[in-house]
């Protein structure tokens, strides 16, 4: 079935660092891709999104480009901030069997000291 | 345009009670979807409703859940008889139309935690 994987956390960084949180998908097509970010405590906000082959979402200065041949969709931001630290989940839009749903990476966590 | 509605936020049971969960979608949206989250885990896809039908369930427990978008009131998640490995956060999300439909987003509510003792 459809499935999404994304590097590992939990992953520490200084503020103004750069960063990247690796993800890559397995899926029939090509489903559009999201980014969310959970947090502490809370229910999951969508970050960003791209529904084709090289569409780049970017929201809050993060950004990720959907790239076809590789299967990944990379999420990126020049300079994290404090605010930053959350988890980030991968997901895709699955249609199997009928039915319709988002399947998501197992997360990683941020935290970005000052 | 208030979003997803979950509720309770906190809630704590006995091993042996049953356990309702409520979501209430934005308004207009007549989809809805549930997970659950386990402790340092990522979210597992539980079941995917409409107004009075089950679409998919592939992701609930054979026994002692169930689930109910009813043409009127809130989506309930039902866990009959909890146990403690059903302590978890629940999330409920909703969708104007169905993604096939053309592209569309899920937005979630805060979610529901639920501790079993």
Not at chain 1, 37 to 56: C, H, I, N, R, W
Not at chain 2, 62 to 72: D, G, Y
Not at chain 2, 97 to 111: D, H, S, V
Request: net charge positive.
């Amino acid at each position: 079935g459809d499935s999404v994987t994304q590097m590992e956390g939990p992953v520490t960084l200084s503020e103004e660092a750069f960063l990247t949180i690796n993800c890559t998908y397995t899926a029939t097509g090509y489903p559009s891709l999201f980014w969310y970010v959970q947090y502490p405590g809370e229910g999951l906000q969508l970050l960003l999104k791209a529904t084709k082959a090289d569409d780049k979402g970017s929201n809050k200065g993060f950004e990720a480009t959907y790239r076809k041949e590789t299967t990944s969709f990379h999420l990126e931001k020049g300079s994290v901030q404090v605010s930053d630290s959350a988890v980030y989940f991968c997901a895709l839009w699955s249609f199997q069997g009928g039915s319709e749903k988002l399947v998501f990476g197992k997360g990683t966590k941020l935290t970005v000291n000052p | 345009n208030a979003g997803v509605m979950q509720n309770p936020r906190h809630l704590v049971r006995r091993r042996g009670q049953e356990a309702r969960l409520r979501c209430s979608p934005m308004k207009g949206h007549s989809h809805v979807y549930w997970y659950r989250q386990l402790p340092e885990e990522g979210l597992k896809f539980m079941v995917y409703l409409q107004k009075e039908n089950i679409i998919d369930e592939s992701g609930m427990p054979k026994e002692r859940f169930s689930a109910e978008f009813p043409k009127e009131g809130p989506s309930i998640l039902r866990i009959q008889q909890v146990v403690r490995g059903d302590s978890a956060a629940y999330f409920c999300a909703s969708s104007p139309r169905r993604p096939g439909q053309g592209f569309t987003e899920a937005f979630f509510g805060q979610g529901t935690r639920l501790t079993v003792v």
